[in-house]
């Protein structure tokens, strides 16, 4: 059986089916597997956030060609887009280049995200529909009390942590257990099916105790 088609929760001029949709020949940003695999991921867990942009002078897509190779890997039936004019070739081809030139000039405030994560870790949801994978996100966690002279101090992580029902235990590992480690907890995470890691580790050690 199929899997359902993602909901639709953006504003969209119409709804295409997929093979309708036409690539930008010349546009030059490049989507990798694994990103395409995160949109999907994001996509299949929270629906349509954003349609895809189509030019009515040339009819290729300006915007959103990872969300259109996303929605062909979910082997989806059809995708909101929303149409858009162009004074000229050049204008609609600047557009397609910013779209992901400009987002790649932002920044993360690391002390603000590293407060996210740690409150949103509470097996509710997959910490991956964030777009980070695993290993990013243990990577971010294993630093939340290392300050950087821009974020929290230690003792102002420590009073957050206070403040909240979330407690962390940071282990310090060498680069090749850490990457064993983390492998192992992946598996634990899959197998046994747990929502996260958190979840995966404290079955272990309760199964250990057993």
């Not at 295409?16 to 989507?31: F, I, M, Q």
């Not at 039936?77 to 400009?102: C, G, T, Y």
Request: one cysteine or more.
């Amino acid at each position: 059986m199929s899997e359902p088609e993602p909901e639709i929760k953006c504003q969209c001029d119409k709804i295409l089916p997929v093979e309708e949709l036409v690539e930008n020949p010349r546009n030059p940003n490049l989507h990798t597997e694994d990103q395409i695999d995160r949109i999907a991921a994001a996509i299949r867990w929270q629906g349509w956030r954003a349609p895809i942009t189509i030019s009515k002078q040339s009819g290729f897509i300006v915007a959103g060609h990872g969300r259109f190779h996303a929605a062909k890997r979910l082997q989806q039936k059809a995708v909101p887009v929303v149409f858009q004019d162009f004074d000229s070739d050049a204008q609609e081809w600047a557009h397609m280049i910013a779209d992901n030139r400009l987002s790649d000039l932002s920044a993360f405030d690391n002390s603000k995200l590293k407060e996210l994560i740690s409150e949103m870790d509470t097996g509710e949801i997959e910490l991956e529909n964030t777009g980070y994978s695993a290993q990013e996100l243990e990577g971010l966690m294993t630093q939340i009390f290392q300050p950087d002279g821009k974020g929290k101090t230690q003792d102002e992580w420590l009073e957050v942590f206070r403040n909240s029902s979330v407690r962390q235990i940071t282990l310090v590992f060498d680069e090749e257990t850490f990457a064993e480690m983390l492998a192992l907890i992946e598996n634990i995470r899959k197998d046994g099916g747990h929502s996260n890691n958190t979840d995966a580790v404290a079955a272990a050690i309760r199964a250990y105790e057993l």
